[in-house]
């Protein structure tokens, strides 16, 4: 099995991202179909409803309703529903709770403080993967339903009680203790490569044949690819993108409404603020001085 190496957090925004997914079968968000894959974020996976095969490293072995896995960095990984799930006219649920977090937001904080030593050593061993079991797998099960309701601190914090139980807890094992790994049949995920391009040249004009070119695709094989991954249209994510980018420019700073249009990639005032408008409700020049009601929006 080919493995694609990708990544999560250029697709969300929060340094804790917390998904709860009713699906007929189980696959991600993030690929248009189950994929064996790995990424930089570490993943705590809770099956609530579903059964199957998954893949963590080399090692395959059946999970059923209940199966808590936490999958450290780089780590190759895929759910695979059992077949009676695809059956015509299955009646068959997949629910999920899946957590995403990038360790290098908190690396710091766990190498200079030594009440994490137990979390850090933890970290370690999810490069392996680890299965949660037992009391400690109901506790965090509950803890995982809480979690998808809150925001900001809260989650961040939520999310560091739920290591420190695993990194203590005596309910888990290591699943993949093999030493061999699948460096050989990677592949790069060519989105990622995409959408990092466009993230670094928003204030550029970025054309669908440059995009198509990184991907190595052509111009419409690439917007088949990009909807199906992102289940947007291209040029509906990159308004988005610069849309974002504009909201935070008009909120941060006082730049006059022209620069910012420029800044974002947008040539034409008018057709700036015409996409603006769109996306926000109102004009920038509300939007502006609302947020700064003493300066001019001009």
């Known amino acids: 099995m080919r493995l694609l190496r990708t990544e999560i957090t250029p697709f969300i925004d929060d340094v804790v991202y917390v998904d709860l997914r009713d699906q007929p079968f189980l696959w991600s968000p993030f690929h248009s179909q189950p994929t064996f894959h790995s990424h930089p974020e570490m993943e705590l996976v809770f099956i609530i409803e579903g059964f199957g095969k998954r893949i963590i490293g080399n090692k395959l ?12 960095p780089n780590l190759s990984h895929v759910w695979l529903s059992d077949a009676a799930f695809y059956e015509e006219n299955s009646q068959l649920q997949s629910r999920v709770i899946v957590v995403y977090f990038n360790p290098k937001t908190l690396i710091n904080v766990f190498d200079s403080v030594k009440e994490f030593q137990s979390i ?17 797998r109901d506790i965090i ?15 961040v914090v939520g999310l560091l009680g739920i290591m420190n139980l695993i990194s203590v807890s005596s309910d888990k094992y290591i699943i993949d203790d093999d030493e061999s790994d699948n460096r050989d049949n990677l592949r790069p995920d060519k989105l990622i490569e995409v959408i990092n391009f466009i993230k670094g040249n928003l204030q550029k004009q970025i054309t669908l044949t440059q995009v198509a070119e990184i991907a190595g695709m052509t111009e419409q094989s690439f917007c088949r690819f990009f909807k199906k991954r992102t289940r947007k249209n291209y ?26 249009a420029h800044l974002c990639g947008y040539n034409s005032d008018s057709h700036f603020c015409r996409i603006f408008k ?8 509300k939007y502006k001085a609302f947020m700064h009601p003493n300066k001019s929006p001009y």
């Open 61 to 72: 072995e059946p999970f059923e309703s209940g199966d808590m896995v936490f999958v450290g």
């Open 120 to 136: 850090r050593e933890m970290i370690q061993q999810s490069s392996k993967g680890i299965r949660i079991f037992g009391g400690t």
């Open 141 to 155: 099960a509950d803890k995982l339903i809480e979690l998808s309701g809150k925001t900001g601190y809260e989650k």
């Open 235 to 260: 040029s509906q994510y990159l308004n988005d993108l610069r849309i974002s980018l504009a909201k935070e420019l008009l909120t941060q700073t006082d730049q006059p409404i022209s620069d910012i």
């Open 278 to 285: 769109e996306h926000v409700g109102e004009s920038p020049f």
